[in-house]
């Protein structure tokens, strides 16, 4: 995992307002331009989707980041051995 943090220009998150309700997870703040910017420049790398986390630093101050995780390919288990129906009773 690679510790480079790619942070979302234009897009600003902050924890929910003490008094809001249960049901409100954070507040966020979109800058139209700076965002807008930010997404056509991604759409020009080909990337169709953007997957972003919001995280809280060490400051307590919480931010969005894009997420770069790729799930790596599993391999198939070994081979099954093949289906061997000469030993069943018919």
């Given at each position: 995992?690679?510790?480079d943090i790619e942070f979302v220009p234009g897009l600003f998150v902050k924890p929910p307002h003490p008094n809001a309700p249960d049901f409100v997870k954070m507040g966020m703040s979109i800058k139209v331009k700076d965002l807008g910017n930010?997404?056509?420049?991604?759409?020009?790398d080909g990337d169709e989707w953007v997957n972003i986390d919001v995280k809280e630093s060490r400051a307590g101050k919480w931010y969005a980041s894009v997420s770069n995780f790729k799930p790596t390919k599993q391999e198939p288990a070994s081979n099954p051995p093949p289906d061997d129906f000469d030993?069943?009773?018919f």
């Open positions: 995992m690679s510790d930010f997404l056509r420049e991604k759409n020009k030993d069943l009773p």
